[in-house]
């Protein structure tokens, strides 16, 4: 469902994307690792059509979106790295403002092949209950935000990203400076999102990151190697195996674990 055709980003003399290939597939949790600087928000700014390639080709839903801007690659919905969250508002007031502002009403747009469950005449406040259900944030919509813990935080911040329905959900950095406790929290959420949606997140950390992919592509590696998540899985990540019960062996995934 998206490609990257030797990618290449500079800002005047720094080259920070090289010849980037990628390939992700529907329904995907591709993680992107790389330490500080690597160009992980690059990455996901070049394929959400905030910035435009210097040199290569991007594809995504089969059509060429290399010179589309953000706003005509529908489908693609981003959570930021430094939250999207106002102080003073509560859950329901983003999502709602969040639903608005995708422009979603009652018939305006059917869930297509996304899963969500979107019959007609679903109102605008079914449509932010199911988003509250989905993401398991029931109780909390009269909240206000800064009541929220970290993995609360983004819980909102996605429930605002699905408002539009996406079929491709990026998420920069979504577990920086989390606990290990809320990282398995974080790692459960994930896997409550429908299976159809492809899911692009990037960190750090190699072992938290492949705790919630099913495909893990390094960037700073030669050709951006790219591995089965459960490869880079090794022993430390034991308390989220432990307490999320991640399986060993890719054949039991709860992922689409392709490639
Ligand atoms: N608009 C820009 N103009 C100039 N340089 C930029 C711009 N955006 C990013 N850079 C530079 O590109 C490099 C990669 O930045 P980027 O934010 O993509 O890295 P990152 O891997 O996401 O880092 P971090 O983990 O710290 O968020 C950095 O050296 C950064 O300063």
């Given at each position: ?175 920086t400076g989390m606990t290990p406790q809320e990282r398995v929290r ?74």
């Amino acid at each position: 469902m998206l490609s990257l055709h030797e990618v290449t980003m500079r800002f005047g003399a720094l080259k920070v994307v090289d010849g980037m290939n990628l390939t992700i597939r529907q329904g995907e949790r591709r993680g992107l690792v790389g330490s500080p600087g690597s160009g992980k928000s690059t990455v996901m700014r070049l394929i959400a059509g905030a910035l435009r390639p210097t040199g290569g080709r991007i594809e995504y839903g089969g059509r060429d979106v290399t010179d589309l801007p953000e706003e005509r690659r529908p489908g693609i919905a981003r959570v930021f790295q430094h939250g999207s969250a106002f102080a003073g508002l509560t859950c329901v007031e983003h999502v709602t403002m969040a639903l608005r502002r995708s422009g979603l009403s009652a018939s305006a747009r059917s869930a297509g092949s996304t899963g969500w469950r979107t019959p007609a005449r679903h109102n605008r406040l079914d449509q932010t209950r199911d988003v509250f259900d989905l993401l398991r944030i029931t109780g909390l919509q009269d909240a206000p935000t800064a009541l929220l813990c970290a993995v609360g935080r983004k819980r909102l911040e996605i429930a605002m990203a699905l408002a539009a329905r996406p079929r491709l959900l990026l998420l920069d950095e979504p577990m920086t400076g989390m606990t290990p406790q809320e990282r398995v929290r974080f790692a459960d959420l994930l896997l409550g999102l429908p299976a159809e949606l492809t899911v692009v997140l990037t960190g750090c950390d190699a072992e938290a990151v492949a705790a919630v992919s099913s495909q893990l592509t390094m960037l700073e590696r030669p050709d951006q190697i790219t591995v089965p998540a459960w490869r880079a899985r090794r022993r430390p990540a034991r308390h989220v195996e432990r307490e999320f019960r991640v399986p060993e062996h890719p054949a039991a995934l709860p992922f689409a674990d392709a490639g």
